[in-house]
Nanobody, 121 residues
């Protein structure tokens, strides 16, 4: 099984910073991708940033230069450093891992419960 626990959300003023963290508890599961998604009120859930085991990353255009994703593969953790936050960044942020249970080879996604980020003065 895979369980994801997120932390670090909250209320911050425009221009401020927050750091989100996600710890994945896994058993016999090979993690290939760790990512952060977000879902603003009334909108769909979209990718914010992703990182694979090699360290290669990709970002949504709206967060490039402001957000940084990092990963500690030994600890199965992924973090998202968010700087220069804008009101448009307000959303529920979700951690996601993609991988395969050992022996199955079937790609499987798991999601965290979400953490609220509110950017407001």
């Amino acid at each position: 099984q895979v369980q994801l626990v997120e932390s670090g959300g909250g209320l911050v003023q425009p221009g401020g910073s927050l750091r989100l963290s996600c710890v994945a508890s896994v058993e016999r599961f090979d993690i290939q991708l760790m990512a952060w998604y977000r879902q603003p009120p009334g909108k769909q859930r979209d990718l914010v940033a992703g990182i694979i085991a090699t360290g290669a990353t990709n970002y949504a255009d709206s967060v490039k230069g402001r957000f940084t994703i990092s990963r500690d593969s030994a600890k199965n953790t992924v973090s998202l450093q968010m700087n220069n936050l804008e009101p448009e960044d307000t959303a529920v942020y979700y951690c996601m891992v993609l991988g395969a249970h050992l022996g199955s080879g079937q790609p499987t996604k798991y999601w965290g419960q979400g953490t609220q980020v509110t950017v407001s003065s």
